[in-house]
């Protein structure tokens, strides 16, 4: 228990710290003034040749409509164009980008189909820069999707990119998970390499509705998580996902509530 509370405590502080944003140094970027930002961040970003190619044949591979790669290579270049000036993402390589950010975010896209459908909400937790709840917005419209981050930049980032995208359904939080007051207003709360499962749903369990599920994207099967499952709440299913040239293990592991009929799963 007081590891847990030690670990809770860490995740905390690191939200809390995300609220002040000093601009980074590594770019260059404290030298700058806001003119100089604002230019940078405007300058279109040319992405390489053949990444249309790429990206086409991934949502091929995951059974999405090809035709998805404009929308969603709109939203990498947008963030390629930010991270050079805000370190939105460690990863900007742009052909990295489409596999570790875009693909590997759509491979749950089947666990929100009947979810779409319906026009449930989804909460992504500690988001970042939208990861998977952008990508998820763009090839499910219906889906309602709030991008909880407590990331000032990161969330500037997001509202620009809703905006450019024309996201009518998605929202940003800008928020602490544990913080973010809307209790029980969530069909399904997901995270992507956020945290412990306990952890989460110690985080944001709240926000779900009864029969809601927490939809969590693991790397490798996660048995110890799985057997620290907090009272009141308990494994559905787990289930090995494919990203379209990824070589790394996924699972989606979906949790809820003992005793609820199954939800967005």
Not at 126 to 141: D, W
Request: one cysteine or more; proline letters at 8%; glycine letters at 10%.
């Amino acid at each position: 228990m007081q590891v847990a509370t030690a670990t809770l405590q860490r995740l905390r502080d690191r939200h809390r710290s995300h609220r002040s944003y000093t601009p980074p140094t590594a770019h260059g970027c404290a030298r700058l003034g806001p003119s100089a930002i604002l230019s940078s961040m405007n300058t279109p970003v040319s992405l390489p040749p053949g990444l249309r190619s790429e990206l086409e044949a991934g949502l091929s591979a995951l059974a999405l409509d090809p035709a998805l790669a404009a929308p969603l290579l709109d939203y990498l270049a947008l963030l390629a164009r930010w991270n050079r000036t805000y370190n939105l993402t460690a990863v900007r390589d742009p052909h990295e980008m489409v596999g570790k950010h875009l693909l590997d975010s759509l491979a749950m896209h089947p666990y929100v189909e009947e979810l779409a459908g319906r026009g449930g909400a989804l909460a992504d937790l500690g988001t970042g820069a939208g990861l998977p709840g952008i990508p998820l917005a763009i090839v499910k419209p219906g889906l309602r999707v709030t991008l909880v981050e407590s990331n000032g930049k990161k969330a500037r980032f997001m509202r620009e990119a809703l905006r450019q995208l024309g996201l009518k359904d998605a929202r940003v939080a800008e928020s602490r998970i544990e913080a973010f007051a809307e209790p029980g207003a969530y069909d399904a709360i997901t995270a992507r390499a956020l945290a412990t499962l306990p952890l989460i749903l110690e985080l944001g369990g709240h926000l779900l509705k009864p029969g809601g599920v927490l939809l969590a994207m693991k790397g490798v099967r996660p048995d110890e998580e799985i057997a620290a499952l907090p009272a009141g709440w308990s494994l559905r299913s787990v289930e090995p996902m494919r990203v379209p040239g990824l070589a790394a293990e996924r699972h989606m592991v979906v949790v809820g509530r003992s005793g609820d009929a199954a939800g967005a799963s």
